[in-house]
């Protein structure tokens, strides 16, 4: 018996229900791409599925819309990947295990993809249903969204007609986004050298931290693993303890702030207590910190025995720890035109240290240009200052505010009559790919909607049930609005 099948609307939640039993991580799209491909051919609809296995879909207009102007719907189908400790799941071959918490549908553990499944259900149950009225409907849905947009910046639109764009790629009921910041993937390299050392091995892990969204929550104050893990051993240093580092490694993606961060350190049997206590005071100075944004911090430390193992040279050692503790992080830039609206900002997503380098991971934003290609400027003179390198990818550009939008102020008209009060009307730091589809089609006009969810990116992910109802129907006014 399907987890779904009695909530409403119906066909979304069926649609959605059949998303969330395909794996979808980003780069491992093709099984989905073809679930869509299916659905068109078994609905007559015309379509094209690229080599990166992006998908449009095109429905023609129902009686008495075939001259109205041409909708774009859109959406990703890819999906963040996090667990719950002790979560058995393989992300690449094994649907989600869903569940209903009151008002919320939500995943056993995991993620839940919301972000941007339901993009993808909204589009397919309007296309499985003939009664519902709209114009010439051409439907998005782009893969590997969540590491940089890479679907969206490869995509061929040159078949497309229309200029208004219905991005259903938001998290919150009554918030209409209209502009959105750009951004990159920003990769440091940084040679490391080895030497054997002999001693106590301890396992120093970061844990406990809400993490989220690095565009949406950045604002939130929430504390980095891998920041705290480079305090951390800073304070080592500073507190004159030998240490030596035989392995690091925090987080799981770029665009989330990492949760949990480990290291494995070598110490003298000696040392070992004071190399304990003087974690232990730190970290419990960062708890008084963060009490509020991160109240659940803890760190763990374990002893793993004797041994000889493979560790950092001291040269190495101290370029890492420099590196992780004065690269920027997190807010950089305010906006002065728009109150609240975060202008620039990176997140250390990813820390990995291998055989041959250590590896950071940024994703870097900004809704001005100029002051993003400054930042990542930062960022490469530092580290090639230390004989590293950097890589950049993913670069996409920002999603600038429309002054004159018919799609923005029809949408708010319709939203005022149906819910009785005004939208929100944002700017976000968050990256959207409007901002991509802007730079392909001439003048398109577009707003960004969704229905409440909480938790993205996060194994507490959640998607509200009457908030999907409402904002489906929503959705259904827009596309029966007329001009001609």
Avoid at 167 to 172: G, I
């Amino acid at each position: 018996m399907a987890v779904l099948e009695n909530l409403e609307p119906k066909k979304v939640f069926h649609y959605f229900e059949e998303i969330c039993g395909i794996p979808h991580p980003s780069y491992k799209e093709k099984k989905i791409s073809d679930y869509l491909v299916n659905f068109a051919r078994e609905h007559g609809l015309e379509y094209a599925q690229d080599d990166l296995y992006n998908v449009v879909m095109i429905a023609p207009a129902t009686e008495g819309y075939e001259n109205e102007e041409p909708v774009i719907l859109q959406g990703h189908m890819d999906m963040v990947c996090e667990k719950a400790p002790g979560v058995e799941i393989d992300f690449e071959n094994d649907g989600l295990k869903l569940m209903i918490d009151g008002d919320y549908v939500t995943a056993d553990g995991t993620t839940l993809g919301g972000d941007d499944g339901i993009a993808i259900a909204y589009a397919l149950a309007i296309l499985d249903s003939p009664e519902i009225a709209h114009p010439r409907l051409e439907v998005i849905i782009t893969v590997s969204e969540e590491v940089g947009m890479e679907g969206a910046t490869g995509i061929d639109l040159s078949m497309l007609q229309g200029h208004k764009l219905l991005n259903l790629d938001s998290e919150a009921e009554g918030v209409m986004t209209v502009s959105c910041a750009g951004g990159n993937s920003s990769t440091c390299h940084i040679p490391m050298n080895f030497e054997a050392a002999e001693g106590t091995q301890l396992l120093v892990v970061v844990k406990g931290l809400k993490g989220g969204h690095s565009g949406v929550e950045i604002d939130k104050g929430r504390a980095n693993a891998n920041l705290l893990m480079g305090r951390l051993l800073l304070t080592l240093e500073q507190a004159g303890l030998e240490y030596h580092i035989a392995s690091l490694a925090g987080g799981a993606k770029q665009n989330a702030i990492p949760r949990e961060t480990a290291a494995t350190i070598v110490v003298t049997s000696e040392k070992k207590d004071a190399v304990i206590h003087c974690l232990q005071e730190t970290i419990a100075q960062i708890k008084h910190e963060y009490a509020t944004t991160d109240p659940d911090i803890t760190l763990e430390v374990s002893g793993q025995g004797t041994a000889s193992a493979q560790v950092l040279t001291e040269e190495s050692r101290e370029k890492a720890v420099l590196l992780i503790n004065n690269l920027p992080g997190g807010i950089q830039a305010m906006s002065a035109d728009i109150e609240g609206l975060v202008e620039t900002s990176l997140n250390m997503g990813i820390v990995t240290l291998n055989e041959k380098e250590l590896r950071m991971e940024f994703a870097v934003r900004s809704s001005v240009i100029s002051a993003r290609d400054a930042l990542t400027a930062r960022i490469r003179s530092l580290v090639e200052y230390v004989g590293g390198s950097l890589e950049v990818n993913g670069v996409y550009p920002a999603w600038e505010y429309k002054k004159d939008s018919v799609m923005r102020e029809d949408a708010a008209r319709i939203f005022q009559q149906m819910y009785g009060k005004t939208p929100k009307i944002e700017a976000i730091h968050a990256g959207l790919e409007c901002g991509i589809l802007a730079g392909k089609i001439k003048d398109l006009d577009g707003i960004s909607i969704g229905p409440d969810m909480i938790g993205i990116h996060t194994f507490e992910e959640k998607l509200s049930i009457s908030s999907t109802k409402r904002v489906y129907e929503f959705v259904l006014e827009v596309l029966k609005c007329k001009h001609a």
